[in-house]
Each structure stands twice: as C-alpha cells, then as structure tokens.
C-alpha cells in the first residue's frame, strides 16, 4: 500500500488566478494520476505522471490549463490555471506502488472553489 | 466499449442486510476489476478485487462475485454496518493500459 497527502486540502480562489496542488507518496512510485471530481460523481483522469517525462493528457484537459511536474519518484504537482468557477471541483492524486495502474491508491483530495 | 456501467445510483439497505452493487462492461480486454470505497471528504479507498479467472473473491464481509459470460460483476457487503455508508465505485482495466475505467458510482446509506 501507500500513503498519499495532498495539499492544500482545500482552497477558495478567485477567478482568472492559478492554484498548484502538491501530492506526496511515501514510497518510489513509477506512475502518479491526477483526478478531477465533481461532488456525488464519479472521477475523470486529467492526465498521468512518469518521472522524468511528459505528462500523457486525457481528452478535454491540455497542458496549459493542467500543467503538471514530477520531479522525482515520490513527488508530483498539479496547477490550475487561469481559473474559472467551472474548474471548481475536487481534484485528487494517486498512485500504483505496483508500477502499473490497477491498484491505486489515492490521497486525501483537494477541495476547490473558484469566485 | 470502455464504459463500466453501475447500477443502483443510489442504495439503502437495512442494518444487518446485505447490500449489492452491480457493474457491467462490454470490453473484454479488462482483466482486472477493482472496487474502491469512498467517505465524504476523503480519497477513494482500494476496498477488494477480483481477477476474471475467478467467479468469486472474499475477504471479511465484503464478496466480488464475477460472471465472465454475462461480463458482469458485483460487490456483496454482508451483515451491513452503519459504517459501510459510502459511496462505492467498481472500475475495470486492460493489463498493461495505464488507466482505471470507473463505474459512476452508488451512494450506500445503512439504516441503523
């Protein structure tokens, strides 16, 4: 298993301003994920993090909105930027200390609210 | 094809009851088939999960029951407890693939 903290566990930003999440893993983890979800629904992919390459992107969500770091194997930062009141949402990080995908565990989330 | 479809949206058993949630999917690529249970204001949490080369998993009170022919597969919570309410999410992924496919999720609420 993991264990994964985020922060800022929750925030309320103004419109038009970038917001940049961190998520800690307490071991080497290959791959990190980045979840947006919205209240009672389920979580959409925003994109997956290797160490020490490009961030793959899902459909709807472009590194410019979503930029994405991971600087090294335990460590990984989502921004939001130029933020509007649609982007308000939960945003989650998680990770696979298997190497893969299928066995996630996820942080606490970050609950955000744009103005 | 890469839809995991859950049924109910929403669920309220009695304590001491058994509670089903239900998934199906249509990809038969998936090879494994994950459960993740969720308490307002926290992260998912990887709960159980079951391989396809096997048409049951137990562990405590929580059975995956897999139906590989109908590609269906369910979660049974026996003797529900009033700390089992939460919202419960089935996913599904094809070995090697790099994402977790999520059912839309059933929000369990046990009457004490």
């Known amino acids: 298993s993991a264990v994964i903290s985020q922060k800022p566990s929750r925030d309320i930003c103004q419109r038009g301003t970038s917001l940049t999440i961190q998520c800690q893993v307490d071991?080497?983890?290959?791959?990190m994920f980045w979840y947006r979800q919205q209240p009672g629904q389920s979580l959409t992919l925003i994109a997956t993090?290797?160490?020490?390459?490009?961030?793959?992107?899902e459909s709807g969500f472009v590194i410019d909105k979503f930029p994405i770091s991971r600087p090294n194997l335990t460590f990984s930062t989502l921004t939001v930027s130029n933020m509007s009141p649609e982007d308000s949402s939960i945003y989650l990080c998680?990770?696979?200390?298997?190497?893969?995908?299928?066995?996630?565990?996820f942080g606490p989330g970050t609950r955000l609210t744009v103005t | 094809q890469q839809q995991v479809k859950q049924s109910p949206q929403s669920l309220i058993v009695q304590k001491g009851g058994i509670s089903i949630i239900n998934c199906a999917y249509e990809n038969t690529a998936f090879d494994y088939f994950p459960w993740y249970q969720q308490f307002p204001g926290k992260g998912p949490a990887l709960l159980i999960a079951i391989r396809p080369d096997v048409s049951e998993k137990k562990e405590g009170r929580f059975t995956i029951s897999f139906n590989k022919s109908a590609k269906q597969f369910s979660l049974h919570i026996m003797d529900s407890q009033p700390g089992d309410s939460a919202t419960y999410f089935c996913?599904?992924?094809?070995?090697?693939?790099?994402?977790?496919?999520f059912g839309q999720g059933t929000r369990l609420t046990i009457n004490p």
């Open positions: 998680s990770a696979d200390v298997s190497g893969g995908a299928k066995e996630q565990y």
């Open positions: 996913a599904a992924i094809i070995q090697g693939a790099q994402k977790l496919v």
């Open positions: 071991s080497q983890v290959t791959m």
């Open positions: 993090a290797n160490q020490g390459s490009e961030a793959t992107y």
